[in-house]
């Protein structure tokens, strides 16, 4: 067990070590986007950061694998990748809009929140390890190991994302209602808003039903008679 605790403390550091690497990958691209007219100097930086953003890709997918037995954190990584495949390209296509910018903020917002779902709070226990089923172990009155990332871990992500999204959602309509119109580039990352809130949904209702069926083939705990 406390072996099973240092491999979620080394999880969570390198997803804030990630997401410190994706902010300085924004901070680095920021300029860029200023520039109507790009040099070809700049041209080859651009091509230079769209390599940084693939290692860091790389890098996410592979820390993707340890916590690939999930549903919340598994659902997480796909997006993950995805966004970074869509930055790549853009930076090797010398675009900079604010699309490639608020991608890479949502990038280490998401490597954070899967960071801080591993952490314990003040007043919190450790991630208790759940009640094994009795076909848990393969028999022998041993019991099963526990998972690596604990039910908890990803109902705070979930909590987490959701908020985020919410949060984004928000600010984005308080832009909006300050201006005319909406612009192309805010009804597109309204629509991608409104698809990431459905998606979590249907996470959170796949992570409920698992749950309670991981509930009923336990079934009911024995009193602790005294």
Known sequence: QENQQEQREQIAKAYEELAARQLALRT?????????QLTRKQRTELIALANDQEDLQLAV?????KVADTLVFKHMHRQ???LAESVTGELRAARVAD?????????AATLAAMAEAFAKDPDEKPFDNPPESPEAGGGGGGGGQPPLVPPLAELKLLKLMQEMVYQQTRTLHERISKADAPTDAQKRRLRGLGDTQKELADVAEDLIQQLQQQQQQQGPQPRNLQ
């Not at 680095?28 to 109507?36: G, K, L």
């Open 80 to 82: 993950l990748d995805a």
């Open 61 to 65: 997918r592979e820390l993707g694998e």
């Open 99 to 107: 699309a490639v910018l608020s991608d890479q903020a949502d990038i």
């Open 28 to 36: 680095q691209t920021q300029p860029y986007a200023d520039i109507e």
